[in-house]
């Protein structure tokens, strides 16, 4: 792997904040994983997702320990002081240097964070389930900084162009936001050939939730993993599939 194969996240953070989303390429991983697959659950060779991680640690500075997740789509949040075994949880936040938050997703929304300052960072797995459950609330809750000293950046997720779901989605969302947030949730949705389905824009939901939890500072969010099959995996285009990693870590001091 090398810096070609991953996409910088286009943000103004300080310097010693180091946030990127790996890409399909640049791995060994064959077949519908092919070929920078960073995921164990999806049924690739175990050895080809090692290899591809050894790939990426051998690409960061020697330093720096992966914490990984093992994300079950709800609103649990961790705070950790060092890296460790896999975690259960969908985010990650630290205040520790040389502790890289990773976040696995093939059209589900990674969002990396950190303050203006470069003291804290997080990571979080955004699916329309986190989302609704409050991830993002849980996210901004368990951060030291408060909201308006945060930015964050909305890594590569599927675009409204291809996300469809059930106007049962909405319903959800809906019942779950103040009476006065209702148009701007609705406003996620927008029609679908379909008249059964709506296309659903997960980076504006994720924008306007932020948005009221007091973080105005917000870049990235134009990718859609679904039209972009040289870069991206996609579940929903693909199925069997790989996961990109969106990762997230401070420098040590010098
Ligand atoms: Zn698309």
Not at 174 to 192: G, I, M, N, P, W
Not at 203 to 211: I, N, V
Not at 213 to 239: A, I, N, P, Q
């Amino acid at each position: 792997m090398n810096e070609r194969y991953v996409l910088s996240a286009d943000w103004p953070a300080p310097k010693n904040i180091h946030a990127f989303v790996t890409t399909r390429n640049g791995g060994i991983s064959e077949g519908a994983y092919g070929t920078f697959n960073l995921a164990n659950h999806v049924g690739d060779a175990p050895l080809a997702v090692a290899g591809n991680r050894d790939l990426l640690r051998e690409a960061l500075p020697a330093r720096i320990f992966f914490q990984w997740m093992d994300q079950v789509h709800g609103s649990d949040v961790k705070t950790i002081a060092s890296a460790g075994t896999v975690i259960t949880a969908d985010g990650l936040v630290t205040q520790e240097p040389a502790i890289a938050c990773c976040v696995l997703t093939a059209d589900c929304l990674p969002i990396l964070l950190t303050n203006q300052s470069g003291t804290e960072i997080a990571a979080v797995h955004g699916g329309w389930r986190g989302l609704r459950a409050g991830i993002l609330h849980s996210v901004i809750d368990s951060m030291r900084s408060k909201p308006d000293e945060i930015m964050a950046w909305l890594g590569p997720a599927i675009g409204p162009c291809h996300y469809q779901v059930g106007l049962e989605i909405r319903e959800a969302f809906l019942k779950e936001s103040a009476e006065d947030e209702a148009e701007s949730v609705s406003r996620c949705f927008s029609q679908s050939d379909d008249p059964e389905k709506l296309q659903f824009d997960l980076y504006a939901l994720a924008r306007f939730r932020l948005g009221r939890l007091g973080v105005s500072s917000l870049y990235g969010g134009s990718f859609c993993t679904h039209c972009d099959e040289k870069k991206f995996y996609s579940f929903r285009r693909d199925g069997v599939t790989g996961r990109m990693a969106s990762i997230i870590f401070m420098a040590e001091a010098e």
